[in-house]
């Protein structure tokens, strides 16, 4: 993760020279949260788990079926039946607070999901004050030599 933040923020950046070019910490971290993969992957994940939350709001769907025998039978015979066709239809009645309790676990994962995009840009953000103050280090000591 070290090398991706020091190659994301410094990248084409002169360090030293006539074309030096300084880069201050707010511009590096746009950079880094506009580049680093990790972000996007936990944004994504966050917009999954929101579409999970509202669809644990909504009524299960019902279902219909369709049971068909004997197909295949031209003509029936005293030994065969006629083709039969059976429809129906059903609803999920939820009881007990099923889909409160669906609903309640959906809206935590999302919750932890956030927490966790925090908890990895703060981590993000540590790593590139570090490296940031490496390499303002490392261009003090070639100024002073």
């Not at 917009?47 to 197909?71: C, H, K, M, S, T």
Request: proline share 5%.
């Amino acid at each position: 993760m070290r090398k991706f933040i020091l190659l994301s923020v410094f990248a084409f950046v002169p360090l030293i020279g006539d074309g030096a070019c300084c880069i201050d910490l707010e511009t590096a971290w746009q950079r880094i949260l506009n580049g680093a993969p990790s972000i996007g992957v936990a944004e994504t994940e966050v917009g999954v788990l929101r579409g999970e939350v509202r669809q644990a709001y909504l009524l299960p769907n019902p279902i219909f079926e369709v049971d068909v025998e004997n197909i295949g039978v031209h003509h029936p015979t005293e030994d065969t039946e006629p083709p039969q066709s059976t429809y129906s239809i059903s609803q999920l009645v939820e009881i007990g607070g099923k889909r409160a309790a669906r609903t309640a676990l959906a809206a935590s994962l999302a919750e932890i999901a956030c927490t966790s995009i925090q908890i990895n840009q703060q981590d993000l953000l540590f790593e590139l004050k570090n490296a940031f103050i490496e390499a303002r280090a490392s261009q003090e000591k070639i100024r002073i030599s």
